[in-house]
């Protein structure tokens, strides 16, 4: 009876770490190594919202770090100074992008 019971254990430990190394695997895929373009293109529009120079602003440079939580973005505005964005999915896996800025 015991044997029974570590058997089926083990094989619920089995499904449960196969299923957890494939969320791992699709978390990794979606947030860090997909094209972010959409994001970028978001983060660029708030940075030169944020800066009050919409499509005058001049970029000087631009900066980012991309992880699994949230990707942060510097840009570096003309006689502006920098403006960083955090843009932060909904939930960890899916979801649109939600972005903040604000000048440093």
Known sequence: ????????????????TI???IVSGWTA???????????RAKAGELARKEAGCGDKCKQTSMRGNRGM???????EMDKVGTIAVTCRR????????????HKR
Do not use: H, P, Q, W
């Open 29 to 39: 895929y979606a947030n860090v190594f997909s094209d972010d373009t959409d994001v």
């Open 69 to 75: 939580i949230e990707e942060s973005i510097e840009y």
């Open 19 to 21: 299923l957890l190394l």
């Open 1 to 16: 009876m015991l044997e029974g019971v570590k058997g089926r254990l083990g094989a619920v430990f089995r499904v449960f």
């Open 90 to 101: 909904a939930s960890i896996v899916f979801g649109d992008y939600a972005c903040e800025a």
